[in-house]
């Protein structure tokens, strides 16, 4: 019985966390940007291994709770599916993320919407045309084996090594620069002076960008580490797969899924900004009065007169004082 209520309890985070995400990403509009299509896509890929993983295998399941679930063909061919959506659309968002850190500079003219569209649409059609489709139809095969493994699980585990050693190398090279940038201005400068914030701000957004790539790309290794062994063990014939190996590797597939939102949440720097915004932030709004072209309107009370002209005027005053003192009475006031 733990394992369904560990399994139940990784599909509400799942869905909530990629939920979230989803959500912001759609409705606030500093967050439509091209990097973040990415982020978008891998979410809603996310999103339904959530919603088909643990409640599909629970239906086949319901009339024997108590015993290790089994994966009935149906399930395995709906749960991979999405399961290999998730992993390609994570591809295309670590390989964004690549470029943004190791070429920056290139990043604005190479990455544009239409590459990363492309891209997104490749990462939705090839998972289906490489193993739904052959599987459906019955296909069978030891080497249609081997290249599905090698295609969408042992592929991208290589590239994500590879993507998190070279980011681990770039980071300690901006990391050295920056020390380096700070000691030559305090030595050319008061001692006192601090660091400048351009310098700051830009190391800081590399370093956030840099550990959410790491961070995601070692949830997805951790996470497929088993799945491959039983693969290996399948082609090979070399040792077999247990009960209990299964029901950890179910685990650990949704908790690759639910850890994505969490590093977006945490470490992915507009993300976390807008979500902050969403859940702390109250504004009060002080109306706009429209004054009259020819009057005046006078409004008394403990601060004392408050005197509005029409806008043509320049003088607008609180007892004689201009009211550009009073920041606290124009535009918008956040608590």
Not at 101 to 123: D, E, W
Not at 126 to 138: E, G, R
Request: proline share 4%.
């Amino acid at each position: 019985m733990w394992y369904w209520i560990l399994a139940w309890s990784l599909t509400i985070v799942t869905i909530v966390g990629n939920g979230l995400v989803i959500y912001l990403i759609i409705t606030i509009q500093r967050l439509h940007t091209t990097a973040n299509w990415s982020v978008l896509s891998l979410a809603v890929a996310d999103l339904f291994v959530g919603l088909t993983f643990f409640p599909l295998l629970f239906a086949f399941n319901i009339d024997n709770l108590n015993d290790p679930p089994v994966s009935v063909k149906p399930f395995f061919l709906v749960s991979r599916t999405f399961l290999y959506f998730s992993a390609t659309n994570l591809c295309v968002m670590i390989m964004d993320r690549y470029v943004a850190i190791v070429h920056p500079l290139k990043y604005l003219s190479f990455m544009t919407t239409k590459v990363i569209t492309i891209a997104v649409v490749f990462a939705w059609i090839s998972p289906i045309l490489l193993f739904s489709i052959p599987n459906s139809l019955k296909v069978k095969s030891r080497y249609l084996l081997v290249f599905r493994v090698c295609v969408f699980q042992l592929l991208p585990v290589l590239l994500f090594m590879f993507v998190a050693g070279r980011v681990f190398c770039i980071i300690r090279r901006i990391s050295k620069r920056k020390s380096k940038i700070c000691a030559q201005l305090r030595f050319n400068h008061a001692p006192k002076t601090s660091q400048p914030a351009a310098v700051i701000d830009s190391s800081s957004e590399s370093r956030a960008a840099a550990k959410m790539t790491v961070a995601i790309v070692f949830f997805f290794i951790l996470c497929y580490v088993l799945d491959n062994y039983k693969c290996f063990c399948a082609v090979f014939g070399m040792c077999k797969s247990t009960a209990t190996l299964e029901q950890v590797m179910d685990i650990l597939f949704v908790i690759n899924s639910a850890a994505n939102p969490i590093a977006y949440a945490f470490l992915k720097r507009d993300v976390k900004t807008a979500l902050k915004r969403r859940l702390v932030r109250r504004k009060i709004h002080i109306p706009y009065i429209q004054p009259s072209a020819h009057s005046q309107e006078t409004e008394k009370g403990s601060v004392g007169t408050v005197s509005f002209v029409s806008r043509n005027s320049s003088e607008t005053s609180i007892n004689g004082a201009p009211l550009g003192q009073f920041p606290q009475l124009q535009g918008e006031v956040s608590l």
